[in-house]
């Protein structure tokens, strides 16, 4: 199977254009298209066409900006957590599994327009985590690295403490697998897919947003489902 790494045909969607876009009001129901675009030309690994139909996919999509991913297990996994907290730390898989887990039931939603209905996802609440490092005054974001080298996120510390954001290990009931980013990746709920970055492997409390791979590339940093410029079906969670 051949894994091609994709770069934008053109100019990508700059954010410029999306912002002016977005001045027009009503006129940014017409962005999603151009993202949707950029997205798949990027994002998809689908040498087959098919990807999207094979049995036991159950209607996930596969995105990887790179060509190769290493697998990460029991015996060398670790999440960092630094920045600007009181105590940086680094865990292990056990360490994760051995805190406070929420599990949540919810739609999962691609800015392209896929969705997966009722879908579970099961880990430690991003907020256990911040809590137990300790956050420093003033700080304001936090950046989520990905040990594919490449993918980045963000959330402000206000959205990062939602609890409905999770450091997760499981998904659909079963441990995160490697393609689905395991076995660790972030599941943001409210929010468009490509916030959930997989094959996490650091979480870094930061003064200010530092927006993530497709937010440099036009995303909204801000991706509640339905109210920021990627496309939204009828979410209904
Ligand atoms: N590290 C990493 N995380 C990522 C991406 C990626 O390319 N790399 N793609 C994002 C996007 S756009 C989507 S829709 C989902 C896809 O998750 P899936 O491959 O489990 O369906 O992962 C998100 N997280
Ligand atoms: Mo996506």
């Known amino acids: 199977m051949t894994r091609e790494k994709h770069h934008p045909e053109g100019s990508p969607v700059g954010r410029r254009v999306v912002l002016g876009l977005l001045g027009l009001g009503a006129a940014g129901v017409a962005i999603g298209p151009y993202l949707q675009r950029a997205e798949s030309a990027l994002a998809e690994r689908d040498p087959s066409g ?104 963000s959330l402000t510390l206000e959205q990062a403490r939602r609890d409905d954001v999770l450091v997760a290990l499981r998904m659909q009931d079963n441990p995160i697998s490697h393609d689905h980013g395991g076995p660790v990746r972030l599941y943001v709920a409210p929010m468009y897919f490509y916030k959930s970055a997989k094959w996490l492997s650091g979480i870094t409390v930061t003064g200010a947003v530092e927006p993530g791979y497709w937010e440099q590339n036009g995303y909204d940093v801000d991706a509640w489902v339905g109210r920021s410029n990627g496309r939204s079906d009828e979410p209904t969670s």
Do not use: I
């Open 50 to 153: 098919l990807s999207g139909l094979l049995p036991g996919n159950n209607g996930f999509r596969y995105y990887s900006v790179v060509t190769s991913v290493p697998r990460r297990d029991d015996a060398d996994y670790t999440l960092t957590v630094g920045g600007m907290v009181e105590r940086p730390a680094a865990h292990r898989l056990a360490d994760l599994r051995a805190m406070p887990q929420r599990r949540l039931v919810k739609d999962v939603q691609c800015v392209t327009g896929w969705r997966v209905p009722h879908t579970p996802f099961e880990g430690v609440p991003l907020s256990h985590l911040l809590d137990a490092a300790g956050v420093k005054a003033g700080a304001k974001a936090v950046r989520f690295d990905c040990f594919d080298g490449e993918y980045t996120e």
